[in-house]
């Protein structure tokens, strides 16, 4: 196809900024369809971001002739089944992170891509971001020298109301707390920057009793045999905290996941502090490696093979607590 034309299924809040202009903005690229279940929420809009045409049952839309391609931004319980209608109907598929509530699940929308030999992209987005791409231009080019370990630090407090978290902390639908919410965005880029987890080990457990969900998880990586890693995540903290620090034979670089202060590079010459902001439209980089894909021009760095992988890594970390706590059971 020479224009990729869209259609959304699920236009909740992640479509108004973070992604759905990004589908109008990318070159060889169209948004003609959105859905939602409530249709006057559909025609809103809609109507606000100039999209010909609204649905309010999401195989209408898949069925759609005009729709060459479709983007899945529900909760998570719901991914595998959209992804695979639309892989049935012949269509690429552009889905939420986390791909779905649990490995096992990703690999039934695997197996339905295979089959139906359609492509399958994952919106983990950091992948794409020209703030990303600097951190493994700097790595890449031995900046920091041979890596040989890192440290992922994500803290949080817990909301006045945690009912405000919504569906993110409720395992049923999401898979999990905001350690898959948001430690996911995190692991996956790690896979990017330095390659997959071979093996993991970890300990999730709820301190605060404010959700159901896991609230601390703190984990150790190996990547091959010669990189190893430690991940702490705690999400009933009395602070905010957000720092991946990797290290090197000749020095380190610290950076944040998920706010855009500068780069630190230490090596013995002292601390360079390098510029990385986030684009305005925070999906449009990979929106647009993905139609790049789609229409012959590039590869996206995304896909559904590496989303896999990552939730393999958040399956290996959570398996204690959500047998012990019968989720997912």
Not at 74 to 102: C, F, I, N
Not at 221 to 227: D, K, N, R, T
Request: glycine residues 10%; aromatic residues 8%; charged residues 25%.
């Amino acid at each position: 196809m020479e224009t990729v034309r869209w259609g959304i299924i699920g236009v909740g809040d992640v479509t108004e900024a973070k992604s759905g202009p990004g589908f109008q903005q990318a070159d060889r690229s169209q948004l003609v369809a959105v859905m939602r279940r409530d249709a006057q929420r559909a025609a809103d809009y809609a109507r606000r971001h100039g999209v010909p045409r609204w649905y309010d049952d999401a195989d209408a839309l898949i069925a759609d002739p005009e729709v060459d391609a479709v983007y899945v931004a529900t909760p998570p319980d719901s991914h595998a089944d959209y992804t695979g209608r639309a892989l049935r109907a012949g269509k690429p598929v552009y889905v939420e992170k986390p791909m779905a509530r649990t490995a096992a699940e990703c690999e039934e929308m695997l197996s339905a891509a295979r089959r139906t030999g359609t492509a399958l992209f994952v919106a983990y987005y950091r992948r794409a971001m020209p703030r990303f791409a600097t951190v493994k231009e700097l790595l890449d080019g031995g900046a920091i020298g041979q890596v040989r370990a890192f440290r992922i630090e994500n803290f949080a407090t817990v909301p006045d109301d945690p009912a405000a978290l919504g569906w993110r902390v409720r395992p049923e639908i999401s898979g999990g707390g905001l350690f898959v919410d948001l430690g996911s965005h995190t692991l996956d880029l790690v896979d990017h920057l330095l390659g997959p987890v071979t093996r993991t080990t970890g300990f999730a457990a709820n301190t605060a009793g404010a959700y159901s969900a896991e609230d601390v998880v703190s984990a150790t990586f190996e990547l091959g045999s010669a990189v190893v890693g430690t991940g702490l995540w705690c999400y009933a903290a009395g602070e905010q905290r957000d720092e991946v620090e990797i290290v090197g034979s000749a020095g380190s670089l610290i950076f944040s996941s998920f706010g855009q202060e500068p780069l630190r590079l230490r090596t013995a010459a002292g601390t360079e502090k390098i510029e990385a902001p986030y684009p305005s439209t925070v999906q449009q980089p990979l929106i647009q490696a993905v139609v790049d894909e789609l229409t012959g021009h590039g590869t996206s760095p995304s896909t559904g093979e590496s989303a896999a992988r990552t939730a393999r890594v958040v399956d290996a970390l959570l398996g204690r607590y959500r047998r012990e706590h019968r989720i997912g059971s």
